[in-house]
């Protein structure tokens, strides 16, 4: 069977290897599910993978199997899987649980552990590659008719888990109207953390930095959000204009955005930090001024990463909310697709050098009409 693999710690290392095909014995108590791969995106993480600056092998293996953004079909179950039948459409979750209680009471997302299991990231094979065996644990059903966008799940339940949380976090004010949201970045999680928050009836003004015609704005306008070029209206004045703002998602993989976001969060507001910056970078900030405001304000910040099932499925939901309000919107983030793992190269340099790309994706295993699961 064929796979992506990178040989973590060697940079561009990423090849075609060939692998056994996994077995519904490798899940133990009769618990496996045989998953055929369908489609798997690709984003920063992945190219990060491949430079050698993040993601372990398995523990025996001196390779990685990558991809962590997948649909698949579930072609086999094990005897005492009641949770699946063949035909159905899957996304499975990322992480893996360690030891920690949160990860004993399914959050591994929240895990306290240093050490972390991720498909495709650390220490775990992913995705890109023709079958995978999984527990029905981390299978999460995807409806039939969301089968074109179901690849977009993934990174999706990662905003969902950051937009729950802050939600949740809230339940501090006994009661939260939000009204205004700002979503710092345009790139895909700023999308899709724009269309999140649209579907809970927010106003959201949306920051990017490119001026002039720029697609990611009109799917913007399309969802109802207003785009603001931070190079013509820096985001203080933005904030002045368009705010309060009661929640804002930081998504510009900047660290140095977030100190202006906290600046400029609205009193007893929700600031949530998504972006994973794995640099050594330092800047200066007003800091007594933060502080006060923070302090005066009663306000809140909270960092998100991953997603444990929950959020997938809360995703599951939005994507329905979406087909119906903004028919057709999440298809248009498919802009750049690959067929077939052979195609690796192409996949890495159009999630490297290709701008306009929103969403980079493999099509493995292409179906035609439709394949009915039988109950
Ligand atoms: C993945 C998350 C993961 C994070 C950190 C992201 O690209 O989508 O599931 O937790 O990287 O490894
Ligand atoms: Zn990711």
Aim: proline fraction near 7%; include cysteine; glycine fraction near 10%.
């Amino acid at each position: 069977m064929k796979a992506l693999a990178v040989f973590p710690g060697r940079a561009g290392s990423l090849h075609l290897a060939d692998l056994p095909r996994p077995t519904l014995a490798e899940i133990p108590g009769g618990r496996g599910v045989l998953v055929k791969v369908l489609r798997v995106g690709v984003d920063g993480t992945d190219k990060e993978i491949n430079a050698a600056e993040y993601g372990a092998a398995p523990p025996g293996s001196d390779f990685l199997v990558i991809g962590h953004e997948c649909l698949g079909r579930v072609v086999e179950v094990g005897p005492t899987v009641t949770e699946f039948v063949p035909g159905e459409l899957v996304v499975p979750t990322v992480r893996r649980p360690g030891g920690s209680l949160y990860d004993r009471i399914g959050q591994y997302d929240l895990t306290t552990d240093d050490v972390y299991f991720e498909r495709g990231i650390n220490l775990r094979h992913g995705f890109l590659t023709e079958f995978f065996a999984e527990d029905p644990e981390y299978l999460v059903r995807v409806p039939e008719r969301l089968a074109p966008v179901g690849v977009l799940l993934e990174p999706t339940s990662v905003i969902e888990k950051g937009i729950v949380q802050a939600y949740e976090i809230q339940r501090r004010l006994k009661v939260w109207h939000p009204r205004r949201a700002a979503v710092l970045g345009t790139g895909t999680i700023g999308l899709l953390a724009s269309m999140a928050l649209r579907v809970r009836g927010l106003e959201v003004t949306a920051v990017g930095r490119r001026t002039g015609p720029y697609r990611n704005a009109e799917l913007l306008r399309e969802l109802g959000a207003r785009y603001v070029s931070s190079t013509e209206t820096p985001f203080p004045q933005a904030a002045k204009e368009h705010g309060p703002f009661d929640l804002i998602f930081e998504a510009t993989g900047s660290a140095a955005i977030v100190f202006e976001a906290m600046e400029n969060l609205g009193k007893n507001g929700v600031l949530v930090l998504s972006s994973v910056t794995g640099g050594g970078r330092a800047v200066e900030v007003p800091a007594d001024r933060i502080n006060l405001g923070f302090v005066l304000g009663n306000k809140v910040m909270v960092g998100t990463v991953n997603a444990n099932r929950d959020y997938f499925e809360a995703g599951v939901q939005d994507f329905s909310r979406a087909e119906l309000q903004f028919p057709e919107w999440l298809s248009k983030l498919l802009t750049h697709p690959v067929d077939g793992l052979e195609k690796y190269r192409e996949m890495m340099r159009l999630l490297t050098e290709e701008r306009s790309a929103i969403k980079v994706f493999v099509n493995v295993a292409p179906e035609g009409s439709s394949n009915p699961p039988r109950r």
